[in-house]
């Protein structure tokens, strides 16, 4: 059979034929002829299979031609809907459409779904929607999903083999679920919020976040991921853009770098705090105290020039490794402990008295300990000396309970040592002259006669005041120590007078000398000299009367 087959229930109609079947240029076409009066619509072309009331509805097969050249590809199957024309001019409009392509020796088919486009010069064409719905339910079914399945490296389908889950997927509440991961080539933009349950992954190289707040739940976060050592991770860090403020991991001192000041409000817990020189830490609202290293030197400064104050019970200094102690203050016990040398520059003294009353220094010169107050430079000990820088002595002192003992050096011997009755001379005295102003009570041995016996201690003293209220016996005692001396006896008379007095049998006076004479008138004096000579025998000379 040739030519066109048509079909036509109504002769009369005012549309042209309802179907037409015929051949064109190689090609089937099986179409509804458009109509051709103005305003009329073209008839549908409708395919449908049987329905069954108990079994599976007939199914519809539409099949392309297949081909044996390996050079060629299967037909394909089209569906395209209906064209806009502008009648008068050129401007049209395409349908959407749908393409199944047939397989190649090298290829399998494809499937293309397009929605329709303007022709290029058309105006104002609004460009037409691809709509992918799944099955809806009624009552208490679940609604259709939109599933995507691919073929794995394996050959298999993904979801089959006892997994149920696709390659992915649109569920019933609209999210995009994808098993495998998602991959965006170009530019991607989602307007609400983007969920990502499992691992995110950016292989990029500039990640930007322009989100005003940014939440991160992970307990860490890890910078320079990946790097080989510490050298790989050298400058990475934190950025403060506009304010050029960083944090930055410097491999060769191996710590963090801040290029701007750290306020710290709470407690800093350290292993270590190292600063660079003349980097300071500063304490108070003015950096009142700081702590630094500046030119070789290292500073605690109060900046704020109102104290320094330590507080504890004990402040200890030590050498730098921290083998020995050099000073300690020791609070509890009111005390400072210096266990090294203490140095003064020329003129630097050390000052003791609210008014600087006890200095102690050096003017270049000479050295001098200096009692500028009031009151006296007491200098307190068991034995005190005086010696040079050699350690012999010039003076030595020596307590014997109530004062104690002083002796005189010469080059390392003795020469003149006090005793309880006086002076004890190693040697001989020489001088230009001796000059004896009054004997005192504190230098004379006073005695007052006032029994028929009186006794003189010998040892006593060198002179010996006698008051005669009584007329006496001399009695002389302690010769025995006083072998050697000489001295001077004084009898003095009362305001009565008329006193005698009579010299022991151990006394001799000169033959032919002088006569021993008393003045016995009111307040008269006699003198007389004395040698001991042994301890029973004293030399007496008669020296005068003095009224």
């Not at 539409?62 to 008068?88: E, H, P, V």
């Not at 109060?302 to 200890?316: C, E, I, Q, R, T």
């Not at 020995?324 to 630097?348: C, P, Q, S």
């Not at 004084?490 to 032919?512: E, H, M, N, W």
Request: net charge negative; with cysteine; aromatic share 6%.
């Amino acid at each position: 059979m040739t030519g066109d087959l048509l079909f036509n229930t109504d002769v009369e109609s005012s549309y042209n034929d309802v179907l037409k079947i015929y051949e064109s240029g190689g090609k089937g076409y099986i179409i509804s002829p458009s109509g051709t009066s103005s305003h009329v619509n073209s008839d549908d072309l409708r395919v449908a299979t049987g329905s069954s009331a108990w079994g599976d509805g007939g199914d519809l097969e539409l099949a392309a031609g297949l081909t044996l050249d390996s050079n060629s590809s299967g037909g394909a199957i089209r569906l395209n809907a209906g064209n806009y024309y502008q009648q008068g001019g050129s401007d049209y409009s395409w349908g959407a459409h749908i393409t199944m392509g047939g397989a190649s020796a090298t290829r399998t088919g494809s499937i293309s779904i397009s929605a329709g486009e303007a022709d290029e010069g058309t105006d104002s064409v609004d460009a037409g929607d691809v709509n992918i719905t799944a099955g809806r339910t009624i009552g208490a079914g679940e609604g259709g999903r939109i599933n995507f399945n691919v073929y794995n490296s394996t050959g298999k389908v993904i979801g089959e083999g006892g997994d149920a889950t696709p390659a992915g997927y649109f569920d019933q509440t609209g999210q995009l679920n994808l098993r495998e991961g998602l991959s965006v080539t170009g530019n991607g933009s989602v307007s609400g919020n983007l969920t990502v349950t499992g691992n995110l992954q950016v292989d990029g190289t500039t990640t930007t976040v322009n989100s005003t707040t940014l939440d991160v739940a992970d307990l860490n976060i890890t910078v320079a991921s990946g790097a080989a050592n510490a050298a790989a991770a050298d400058g990475a860090g934190l950025t403060v853009d506009g304010a050029s403020a960083t944090i930055t991991y410097n491999s060769t001192d191996d710590d963090w770098e801040f290029n701007k000041g750290l306020d710290v409000i709470g407690t800093v817990n350290a292993d270590g705090l190292a600063l660079g020189d003349n980097q300071k830490a500063q304490f108070g609202a003015g950096n009142d105290l700081q702590i630094y290293h500046y030119n070789n030197q290292n500073f605690i400064n109060s900046a704020n020039n109102m104290g320094l104050y330590f507080y504890n019970d004990l402040v200890s200094f030590n050498s730098e490794d921290g083998t020995y102690e050099t000073l300690a203050l020791d609070n509890a016990n009111n005390k400072i402990v210096v266990y090294t040398n203490m140095e003064f520059g020329d003129n630097d003294k050390a000052i003791f008295g609210a008014g600087s009353d006890l200095q102690i220094y050096h003017d270049g010169s000479n050295s001098y300990i200096t009692d500028a107050g009031t009151g006296h430079l007491r200098l307190q000990g068991t034995n005190l000396r005086l010696e040079d820088s050699d350690g012999y002595a010039f003076i030595i002192c020596s307590d014997t309970g109530a004062g104690g003992e002083v002796s005189l050096q010469h080059e390392g011997s003795e020469k003149l040592a006090t005793t309880s009755t006086g002076v004890d001379v190693t040697g001989t005295v020489t001088a230009d002259g001796l000059t004896i102003d009054g004997v005192s009570k504190s230098t004379a041995n006073t005695v007052t006669a006032s029994t028929a016996s009186t006794d003189i201690d010998m040892t006593a003293s060198n002179f010996h005041v006698v008051t005669m209220n009584a007329s006496t016996t001399f009695n002389l005692t302690n010769l025995s120590d006083a072998v050697t001396t000489s001295g001077t006896i004084i009898i003095k008379q009362d305001a009565t007078g008329g006193r005698s007095f009579t010299l022991p049998s151990s006394c001799k006076t000169p033959v032919g000398g002088a006569t021993i004479v008393q003045s016995t008138g009111a307040n008269e004096t006699s003198i007389l000299s004395y040698i001991v000579v042994s301890s029973s025998e004293v030399l007496v000379n008669y020296v005068g009367d003095f009224a």
